[in-house]
């Protein structure tokens, strides 16, 4: 399976933007699919997931009731909206999928196994 993340940007302080994460190839809807960014100079971090359904949410506490992950498994596609944004959001984001379908909700990044390219968010402040 590809992952192709995109929607990437540059946001002022406080605005809002849309990633988008549509995956090609050998694709199933039955995996949990998560967002994780990474900071110039800092690790790679864990920003949202949801199980397959959907039905199931998680997000880091950063970005918590600013941050909405969704997906649409007709499409094959996961979403991040981003509101509120903070200048230290700026970063890679990239999609990832579970290596499991035992995994109902992946939050760690060895916890999957495909990942996008990622996709530059830029928040100025």
């Known amino acids: 399976v590809q992952l192709q993340a995109s929607g990437g940007g540059l946001r002022q302080a406080g605005g809002s933007l849309g990633l988008s994460c549509a995956a090609s190839?050998?694709?199933?809807?039955?995996?949990?699919m998560g967002w994780f960014r990474q900071a110039p100079g800092k690790e790679r971090e864990f920003v949202a997931s949801?199980?397959?359904?959907?039905?199931?949410?998680y997000y880091a506490d950063s970005v918590k009731g600013r941050f909405t992950i969704s997906r649409d498994n007709a499409k094959s596609t996961v979403y991040l909206q981003m509101n509120s944004l903070k200048p230290d959001g700026t970063a890679v984001y990239y999609c990832?999928?579970?290596?499991?379908?035992?995994?109902?909700?992946?939050?760690?990044?060895?916890?999957?196994?495909?990942w996008g390219q990622g996709t530059q968010v830029t928040v100025s402040s």
């Open positions: 190839g050998r694709t199933s809807s039955a995996y949990s």
């Open positions: 949801i199980s397959w359904s959907g039905a199931v949410r």
């Open positions: 990832a999928k579970a290596k499991s379908r035992l995994s109902v909700l992946a939050v760690a990044a060895d916890m999957m196994g495909s």
